[in-house]
Structures are given as C-alpha cells and as structure tokens.
Nanobody
Framework: QVQLVESGGGLVQAGASLSVSCAAS????????MGWFRQAPGKEREFVAA????????????YYADSVKGRFTISRDNAKNTVYLQMETLKPEDTAVYYC????????????????WGQGTQVTVSS
C-alpha cells in the first residue's frame, strides 16, 4: 500500500530555517507529482508548494503559495523516493502541521486532486 511519511518538523525561533522530508513507498515515485500543504490551528488546510515528476519545474514561481515564495524551496530525489521542503526565514504564521501529498501525472495546487497523503509533521515557530 502507498505510504507517505513526513519527518523533520520541530520547534524553532522566528528567522530560523528548517527542512522537512517525506518518504514515499508503495508507488512508482517518479510517476507522481508531489505537493506540500499545511494546516494551522483553526484554519483550513492550504497549499504550500508543488513539484513535478522530474523536479524540472521546482523553481517555477507558479507553484509556491505567495506567502512562502522566496523563503521555501521544494525539491525531490527520485532515487530516494523522497520530497523535501526547505524553509528559510520562518515566521510565527508558518506554524502548522505540514502534509505531503502525491498525485499521478502533472502537478497542481488543487488539494482535491491529490490521491495520497501523509500523516503530517508539526512545525512550530516561536516569536
């Protein structure tokens, strides 16, 4: 069965950096676009970043939420079946549970189009 397992969350101070990872199994990873989403307390889950199957469009500005552009970088290693989210200059408003998700084919910002989800990893940014 498909499993997505996030790791790397934690508690950091504002301005710090943090990287979270998502290891995938049970699927042909290179056939799947990957996305990161987050959900803050009392809020709906929102799109953060997405990356295509090969990673070619990783730097496309169209696939980052405006709130994280220039601070977050999504990348993937198809040999390791892993997608990463490098977060720089973290702000308290980045505090959320971060989820990775997988969908076959092209990447999208649309949450409803992702087939598989991880359990999430907590990122807390203190002021």
């Amino acid at each position: 069965q498909v499993q997505l397992v996030e790791s790397g969350g934690g508690l950091v101070q504002a301005g710090a950096s943090l990287s979270v990872s998502c290891a995938a199994s049970g699927l042909t990873f290179s056939n799947y676009a990957m996305g990161w989403f987050r959900q803050a307390p009392g809020k709906e889950r929102e799109f953060v970043a997405a990356i295509g199957r090969s990673g070619y469009y990783a730097n496309s500005v169209n696939y980052y939420a405006d709130s994280v552009k220039g601070r977050f970088t999504i990348s993937r290693d198809n040999a390791k079946n892993t997608v990463y989210l490098q977060m720089e200059t973290l702000k308290p408003e980045d505090t959320a549970v971060y989820y990775c998700a997988a969908k076959p084919g092209s990447m999208t910002v649309r949450e409803s189009q992702y087939d598989y989800w991880g359990q999430g990893t907590q990122v807390t940014v203190s002021s």
